[in-house]
């Protein structure tokens, strides 16, 4: 098992889900939004909902069972990413965003620049959020990152579910070398796969988010050309900072040091 990192932040200022956009209530089955749990939303809709937030280790086993251990809450496994060399778990919240926990697959020998980011990590940490989009809004997405100096190819992904069902799906990655790491978010289209918060449990609420970096003017223009509506301060070191209400109380999943 890999060793434990900061799980509980302090220190910066956690911002309440109301300052967030979420998921898209219509992509839900007949039936529609859980009880008591109405997704905030931003009133404009040129901002980009968050479709999950990636939590990343060395390894899968390790890094469920560290979950597990501060929150209470069995992950549900996802599948193997072929091509990336990767595979995830995943948990599901009370809103339409979910959290991936993600790391290399040994069963696969394929390598990518995502998998060699996780293989270096000194601990796991949150590594991106990532943002629903069309694939028609791909081209200006991509023009955004290119005017900050990140290359950000869109490649065309899919994985197997424990049930045999392939789902399929575009997914844009910046370069995970790009010099603001986590503050690069990366963009989804589910295409016609039903979305994964559709089919997982309920397990805990996402309770805050928070974000600040030295350079926040920088973060925020890329953020605005984006569509990205994350709240964000200037602070003296970059930081990302998730809060998720557990069977075990708040547990706050925190980006690199």
Not at 132 to 147: M, T, V
Not at 228 to 248: E, K, N, W
């Amino acid at each position: 098992m890999e060793p434990q990192g900061p799980c509980h932040a302090t220190g910066p200022q956690q911002h309440p889900l109301a300052f967030i956009a979420f998921g898209r209530r219509g992509r839900r089955p007949p039936g529609g939004p859980r009880p008591g749990h109405p997704t905030p939303r931003w009133g404009n809709e040129a901002v980009k909902e968050i479709d999950h937030f990636m939590y990343a280790g060395r390894d899968m086993d390790g890094l469920a069972a560290q979950f597990r251990a501060l929150t209470g809450i069995e992950t549900e496994p996802g599948g193997a990413h072929p091509g990336m060399g990767t595979r995830n778990h995943l948990v599901g919240t009370h809103t339409d965003v979910y959290l991936e926990l993600i790391a290399p697959d040994t069963a696969q020998p394929d390598s990518s620049p995502l998998r060699e980011a996780f293989e270096a990590m000194r601990r796991p940490q949150l590594h991106r959020f990532i943002a629903r989009c069309r694939s028609d809004e791909f081209p200006a997405l991509q023009r955004a990152y290119a005017d900050a100096g990140i290359d950000a190819p869109v490649r065309d992904m899919q994985r197997v579910t424990t049930t045999g069902e392939v789902l399929s799906w575009r997914l844009m990655v910046p370069d995970p070398t790009n010099p603001l790491g986590v503050f690069a978010p990366f963009f989804i289209d589910w295409l016609q796969t039903p979305h994964p918060s559709t089919r997982l449990r309920q397990a805990c609420g996402i309770a805050a988010v928070a974000a600040g970096h030295p350079d926040a003017g920088r973060v925020g223009a890329l953020w605005q050309a984006l569509g990205i509506g994350l709240p964000l301060a200037q602070a003296d070191a970059p930081y990302l900072h998730v809060s998720f209400d557990t069977p075990r109380g708040i547990v706050v999943l925190t980006s690199a040091d």
